[in-house]
C-alpha cells in the first residue's frame, strides 16, 4: 500500500468535490471511517448532511444505504427479517438496509426507542442478531446519523447510552456567501455526486484502519487524554461528565488526525483540537447550568484550560 496519508488525503479531495467550504468537518467524518466508529451529524435541514455521507461512501468504494427514520419503523426494517420459502421448507434470512458498509440513518431521534435500540448492537459489535442467528456486517462498516435539533415534537432524543456510541458528533452549519455561491455554480447543469468516482476501495481502507493504530501516542499524552476526560467529570457544571469510551474515542481520533497531518506521533494539540467533537456529546450539563445557558461546549473548553499540557513534545524513541 503507498503511503497511508497519501491515500486519505486522495479521499478527502474527492469529498470536497461535493461538499463545499467544510473541510473540517469533511475531514472529521474521515476521522471517523479511519478509526472505525461512528459520526453524528446535528444540524438543521439542507446543509449537506447526506451528500457528505453518499460523497465518503462513493470515494472510498464503500455501498452505501439510506435508513430514513420514522415514527413507524420497525427494527426488522432496520436489521432484516426471516422470510419462511415454501419450496425449501426453511427460513431464509433477508438482509436489511444495515447490511452496508456506510449507513446514513437519516433523523436518527424521529423513530422510537425501540428502533434506535436495533441499532445499538450493530454499532458496537458490528452484527445484527435476528431470530437468535447473529449475521456479520460487511467492513469497513460506519454508520452516519443525523438529528435535526431544532425540531421537538415527534422526536425521541437519543439515550446517553446510544450518545456514548458514536465517536463523533459534527454541526455543519451554513456556509459562507462566497462558498454557497460555489455550491450553486457547481449544481447549475448537474449534481457534482453524480460525476463522483471512487479513489480507493474498502480494502484500503482496512488498512487505512490498521495504520491508525500504528500512529504512536506518548504515554504522557494518554495521561493528558484521561485528566482532561476526568476534568468534565468534575467540572462543577457537569451533571454526567465523558466515560472511558471518550477516552479511547479522544486517542484513536488523535491518531488518525496526526496521521492526516503527516505524522507518525500525537501531539497535545491535537487533543485540543478533537477534545469538542470526541468529547461533546458524552457530557451532561446539569440543570442548573443549563439555565445559565452553559453548554457543553464551554465545558470541554473550560477543562482544556484548567488541564496542564504535557512540557515535552512526545515523539517515538526520542
Known sequence: MENPRLVAQRILDNVERVIIGKSREARFALIT??????????????????????????????????????????PSDVTGVSIYNQATGSFEFRPGPI???VVLTDEINRATPKTQSALLEAMDEHQVTVDGITHMLPAPFMVMATQNPIEYEGTFPLP??????????????YPDPTDEVLIMDAQQSHHPIELLRAVTNPDEVLELQQAVREIYID???????????NATREHESSYLGASP???????????????????????PDDVKQLAYCALGHRVIVSPGAR????DSAQIVDECIERVPVPGVRARAGT
Not at 471511517?33 to 453518499?54: F, N, S, W, Y
Request: glycine share 8%; net charge positive.
Open 245 to 267: 469510551r471518550g477516552s479511547l474515542a479522544l486517542m484513536r481520533t488523535t491518531q488518525a488526525f496526526a496521521m492526516l497531518e503527516g505524522r507518525d506521533f500525537v501531539q
Open 33 to 74: 471511517l479511519l478509526c472505525q466508529g461512528h459520526l453524528l451529524i446535528e444540524d438543521v435541514p439542507g446543509v449537506g448532511k447526506t451528500m457528505l455521507a453518499r460523497a465518503l461512501a462513493a470515494s472510498a468504494g464503500c455501498k452505501f444505504q439510506r435508513i430514513q427514520f420514522t415514527p413507524d419503523l420497525l
Open 291 to 294: 439555565v445559565r445557558n452553559i
Open 160 to 173: 446517553e447510552a446510544q450518545l456514548d456510541r458514536f465517536l463523533m458528533r459534527v454541526h455543519l452549519g
Open 99 to 101: 447490511m452496508a458498509q
Open 219 to 229: 504515554p504522557l499524552i494518554k495521561q493528558y487524554i484521561v485528566a482532561l476526560v
